[in-house]
């Protein structure tokens, strides 16, 4: 079946530090990638949808300015949480897809620790 | 009235039980459907689309009423490894290909 891969799989880090995460499609060229952040006991919320060559899409309420999304080619797209700070502590996952109706298949996620 | 909703449960059961959990949408211009499980700290994983004609996989089946705008996952013969959350999942018709997720259901198999 298709894999995304997802890097880092762990981040704790100081507060004000910027990180980057990874995600990957192994084994088909992503269209579209969609990153979402889940809270404990919630359920996943999309922060933007990213489009190879294209600016990302935001949704209402996500800073783009904040969480820069960068999808450079077909099988990478790239969230860098900007000055994070311990509010963005969450777990950040991405998905892909091909084309047409395809199914999302997500990552394994990255569980950010803002100290 | 939210978009997908599913009962959140949890659904606690014996091992070898037959489970069904439903699922309603808001939005009758959607067209695809799916259920993913999630375990707890871990990723969504596809358990399967979920066509019209209703489909099986195994132990699982899910069915597509779209008259009432309802799906549904049954589960036979449940195992102890099928303990996690299952999410509804369905697509946004604004043709954006995004996910409505319902806020998942928590199934417990007890041994």
């Known amino acids: 079946g298709a894999v995304v891969s997802q890097h880092p799989s762990w981040v704790i880090c100081k507060s004000g530090t910027s990180v980057k995460i990874e995600c990957r499609s192994l084994?088909?060229?992503?269209?579209?990638m969609f990153w979402y952040r889940q809270f404990p006991k919630q359920s996943l919320m999309l922060m933007a949808t990213?489009?190879?060559?294209?600016?990302?899409?935001?949704e209402q309420g996500v800073e783009k300015d904040k969480f820069l999304i960068n999808h450079a080619s077909l099988t990478l797209s790239t969230l860098t949480v900007t000055s994070a700070h311990p509010e963005d502590s969450s777990f950040y996952i991405c998905?892909?897809?091909?084309?047409?109706?395809?199914?999302?298949?997500f990552g394994d996620g990255t569980r950010l620790s803002i100290l | 009235r939210k978009e997908v909703e599913q009962d959140p449960g949890p659904f606690n059961v014996p091992e070898g039980a037959t489970v069904a959990f439903n699922c309603t949408y808001s939005?009758?211009?959607?067209?695809?459907f799916f259920w993913y499980r999630q375990d707890c700290r871990k990723e969504p994983k596809l358990l399967m689309s979920?066509?019209?004609s209703g489909n099986e996989d195994g132990r699982f089946t899910a069915q597509l009423n779209r008259a009432s705008q309802y799906i549904s996952l049954l589960i036979r013969d449940s195992k102890l490894s099928d303990s996690a959350t299952y999410l509804c999942?369905?697509?946004?018709?604004?043709?954006?290909?995004?996910?409505?997720f319902g806020t998942g259901t928590r199934l417990k198999v007890l041994a």
């Open positions: 998905s892909a897809r091909d084309s047409g109706p395809q199914p999302q298949h």
């Open positions: 084994d088909f060229q992503a269209t579209t």
């Open positions: 990213s489009n190879e060559g294209s600016k990302a899409t935001y």
């Open positions: 939005n009758s211009a959607s067209q695809s």
């Open positions: 979920v066509y019209s």
């Open positions: 999942v369905v697509n946004d018709p604004s043709g954006t290909y995004k996910y409505i």
